[in-house]
């Protein structure tokens, strides 16, 4: 028997003891169900508990019938005013939360794992509204919202995921990534190393890549690249892929720490040979490091890439000049566009 089943027969045989001690209410309510008049037991329920509100099983029968036509907030407070009026209904309320709660869930669940995301929000935003303690909604709903790509909700649910369950990596994971997509850094990098921090050196390996490859992107925006240089070096033992080995080159040459990013550069260049800004990048890291050989066949590379490129024909009069070979210096100085002389050397 399942576990949603063995609910339901506890859920019966309480209801049947409950029901069978204060019956002249429970008499009147199911006269208007025999009838299937729900709007009739409605308005009474409200009459009784308008007239008196210590009445506890007026309150527990109205929050039932709310969650039967749907009503999951106004059932959820009706079933918690009949808990606080009579400890009595403690557990039945409960049971009837759960319970609806579990449907609403798992309806939820199935209608996003078969792409209707619509449908599954609806449900979800159900069962948040019977059980907002429960985490686990809030985050499947942002998740939902997320598949309908909206992020500004999306966010709000994780949000909310997360106050209930601070340590939750996959909360702090995606929280990370929206704020990250809206170009909150500062937000990206707390989240990010918030959940590594949760994950352990025992987590999984590539959510423990993935996590430290947006926080190494997150702190190069940030304009800390000393921090995203040592968070690209741990990364690149986990996920040495060609584009890991291209943007850790980037920070370290934007780091102006030459020497060091001169293999990575090299060796980013093998993966693509035509990526004009490692090209660039490699160019001016050659004449840092007074390579000037290296430093005009790389600036040649630029040139067959994007001809006449004006930086590159500045760098390459630089360049021929400090070999003493002027005629090359100067033919290359007749291309440059009158006055436009090279960023790089001003």
Request: charged share 25%; with cysteine.
């Amino acid at each position: 028997m399942s576990t949603t089943s063995l609910f339901r027969v506890q859920l019966l045989l309480m209801l049947f003891c409950l029901l069978g001690c204060e019956s002249n209410l429970a008499r009147r309510v199911s006269q208007y169900e025999q009838v299937r008049d729900d709007e009739g037991a409605r308005r009474y329920l409200e009459q009784v508990v308008r007239a008196n509100p210590a009445q506890a099983e007026a309150w527990f029968l109205l929050g039932r019938l709310y969650l039967r036509q749907e009503a999951f907030t106004e059932g959820r407070k009706a079933l918690l005013a009949a808990r606080e009026a009579s400890p009595r209904f403690e557990e039945q309320a409960a049971y009837l939360l759960e319970l609806n709660f579990r449907r609403e869930y798992q309806a939820g669940v199935t209608a996003l794992e078969n792409g209707m995301f619509p449908e599954a929000v609806e449900h979800l935003q159900h069962a948040v509204a019977l059980q907002p303690e429960h985490a686990v909604a809030h985050r499947t709903l942002g998740h939902a919202y997320l598949a309908l790509e909206d992020a500004a909700r999306a966010a709000d649910a994780y949000g909310r995921a997360l106050a209930l369950d601070p340590r939750d990596i996959q909360t702090l994971n995606n929280l990370a990534q929206l704020a990250y997509d809206r170009r909150d850094f500062g937000q990206a990098i707390r989240f990010s190393r918030d959940a590594l921090q949760y994950l352990g050196d025992k987590g999984p390996p590539g959510m423990r890549a993935q996590i430290m490859e947006r926080l190494a992107y997150a702190l190069a925006q940030h304009g800390r690249l000393e921090e995203a240089g040592n968070v690209f070096s741990h990364l690149a033992l986990l996920k040495n892929t060609p584009e890991i080995v291209r943007n850790r080159a980037l920070v370290l040459f934007n780091q102006q720490n030459y020497a060091l990013a001169l293999p990575h550069l090299e060796r980013a260049l093998q993966h693509q040979p035509d990526d004009l800004e490692i090209l660039r990048a490699l160019g001016e890291t050659y004449y840092h490091l007074e390579q000037v050989e290296h430093m005009i066949e790389t600036y040649e590379k630029v040139l067959a890439v994007a001809p006449g490129d004006p930086d590159a024909l500045a760098s390459l009069v630089v360049g021929y000049e400090r070999l003493g070979q002027d005629e090359r210096a100067e033919a290359y100085r007749r291309q440059l566009v009158p006055r436009r002389t090279s960023s790089l050397y001003r």
